[in-house]
């Protein structure tokens, strides 16, 4: 779950923002990022498939993702994960349980602010030729972490008329390939004070277990 979570906010953080032809790929991934922190808050509808070609898995889901600063929420096939920057809430409709956290806990902090950092650092981009993308008239970036990482690669296929993400996928180290493809995203909403936080009175019955 914690892995998916992250991927999900690698996504947010590449969204947005001016790309041009004529910089390199890691200019072009650094100008997305500020860009990006720039903005208020942003939502996203998505479409996420998860394929395995030699175990004949192919999975597909919906979902949204919003984020504001440190805080998010993504709302995905029956799970609700809320983090007001300190706290993660990861609700499960099918068992009416809610499992709380600290966003440190674990092998590393996941906050966007972490992430945003890490691009500076962590990941060798590159501009390559893939053909789906390509025959969509997407130009595709890689990038390639430089420290040890659960994921041997990602790749973005970037609208250059658009001026924007179109989807990322992400190639992990057993075989599995995550797609996620952006159908519609939406800056600076008028969100309430308390939509990134879990409040239990919404959820009659709910278990709460406290694991921090």
Do not use: C, H
Not at 19 to 42: E, F, G, P, W
């Amino acid at each position: 779950m914690k892995t998916f979570l992250k991927t999900l906010l690698i996504l947010l953080i590449l969204t947005s923002g001016s790309v041009y032809a004529q910089k390199s790929a890691d200019d072009l991934i650094k100008q997305v990022v500020d860009k990006t922190r720039a903005l208020k808050n942003l939502k996203i509808d998505f479409v996420y498939s998860m394929v395995n070609e030699k175990a004949s898995i192919n999975e597909t889901k919906s979902g949204i993702l919003y984020i504001n600063g440190d805080a998010y929420r993504i709302e995905l096939d029956g799970q609700l994960v809320i983090s007001d920057g300190k706290t993660v809430w990861t609700y499960l409709e099918d068992s009416n349980e809610v499992m709380v956290s600290n966003t440190g806990d674990g092998d590393e902090a996941m906050t966007p602010s972490t992430l945003l950092t890490s691009y500076y650092k962590d990941y060798k981009t590159t501009f390559i030729n893939d053909k789906q993308n390509t025959s969509k008239g997407l130009k595709t970036i890689e990038l390639k972490p430089t420290t040890g990482k659960k994921f041997s690669k990602m790749q973005l296929g970037i609208s250059e008329s658009k001026l924007q993400l179109m989807n990322l996928s992400i190639f992990d180290n057993g075989g599995n390939v995550f797609t996620y493809d952006l159908n519609k995203m939406v800056a600076d909403s008028n969100l309430s004070a308390n939509f990134f936080q879990f409040n239990p009175k919404q959820y009659p019955g709910v278990e709460v277990v406290d694991m921090r």
